[in-house]
């Protein structure tokens, strides 16, 4: 691990406000302690340590006010806790990759869960250990730019764009050829004759670069993916439905929590669990509902 030339012996810190004139210093323990945080969060950790000890007016760091301040990071992370995790994107009011419009599903996804009570689930099955990754993390993104990270998601939730093309209205500009990032578009002497429905990944592109009409793009549908998570075995989640409209996306994540309720074993993520049982028969038991 990297060292941090910012923590030495003795090394004072100015902590800002009322505690301003204080000097901060750390004891040997509490400095051999703070190197084995890791690096990418050392500084953070230093800085909140040292103004809750100003705070209390000490001007001392030791081991055990580490201790205090990680036993109270850890408490308020865990009453954040609340069984589920519900992500969105910019979507439509901030995103020109938008394809669809997704606010009215994510407050209905987020009634479900509530619902759900995934909470009492995991605490009767993880009691105190009960921490944030144990969460069912849901997340949609607006296009299938993904930038919520539905990937690693136990359910991705991702707006496909309904693109249709009329070969009569092409004027053989290019532009949704150089829009067209998969090389979807399919071109005769200019003129547009197809789209590459194995290449194309409905983000509609090409629809609103085309100036003429030929291509056009009507409200979309969703894609979910199941069983992604990053941790000591990550793995992409995979695609279990497509075309969907919000009402199937509702029953779908619906029979998901249900699945998950009733298989996942001491803090399982639906990914493992879905290893566990295997693909076909977790795709069989929650698209047959």
């Known amino acids: 691990m990297g060292s941090d030339s910012s923590v030495r012996p003795g090394r004072p810190f100015a902590p800002e406000g009322?505690?301003?004139?204080?000097?901060i210093t750390w004891d040997s323990e509490a400095e051999k302690t703070l190197r084995r945080v890791p690096f990418f969060v050392r500084t953070r950790v230093r800085r909140k340590v040292e103004e809750e000890v100003a705070a209390a007016g000490r001007t001392l760091v030791t081991q055990a006010d580490l201790e205090e301040s990680k036993r109270r990071h850890l408490k308020s992370l865990s009453e954040?806790?609340?069984g589920y995790s519900l992500e969105a994107c910019f979507g439509s009011s901030g995103c020109n990759n938008a394809v669809v419009a997704s606010a009215d599903l994510v407050s209905q996804l987020e009634e479900l869960m509530?619902?759900?009570?995934?909470?009492?689930?995991?605490?009767?099955?993880?009691?105190?250990r009960l921490k944030l990754h144990h969460q069912l993390r849901v997340t949609v993104a607006d296009c299938p730019n993904g930038c919520s990270q539905p990937q690693i998601k136990d359910v991705g939730i991702i707006g496909q764009a309904n693109?249709?093309?009329?070969?009569?209205?092409?004027?053989?500009?290019g532009e949704c050829e150089m829009?067209?990032?998969e090389s979807a578009i399919l071109l005769s002497?200019?003129?547009?004759?197809?789209?590459?429905?194995e290449l194309c990944i409905q983000c509609g592109a090409c629809a609103r670069a085309c100036p003429s009409g030929a291509i056009s793009m009507a409200s979309g549908h969703y894609r979910v993916l199941v069983g992604g998570k990053l941790g000591r075995h990550p793995q992409l989640a995979r695609e279990l439905a497509s075309d969907l409209d919000v009402e199937r996306?509702?029953?779908?994540?619906?029979?998901?929590?249900d699945f998950f309720k009733s298989n996942a074993k001491s803090g399982e993520r639906l990914g493992a669990v879905i290893n566990?049982?295997?693909?076909?028969?977790?795709?069989?038991?929650?698209l047959q509902k």
């Not at 509530?114 to 105190?128: H, I, M, N, W, Y």
């Open 18 to 23: 009322d505690c301003a004139n204080m000097k």
């Open 80 to 82: 954040g806790i609340k």
């Open 249 to 257: 996306v509702l029953d779908l994540v619906g029979g998901l929590v």
């Open 114 to 128: 509530e619902k759900a009570d995934l909470l009492t689930f995991l605490r009767s099955q993880l009691g105190e």
């Open 189 to 197: 002497d200019g003129f547009l004759v197809g789209i590459d429905e």
């Open 179 to 181: 829009a067209c990032e």
């Open 163 to 173: 693109v249709a093309w009329d070969a009569e209205e092409c004027t053989p500009c």
């Open 276 to 286: 566990r049982i295997g693909w076909e028969e977790f795709r069989t038991a929650v």
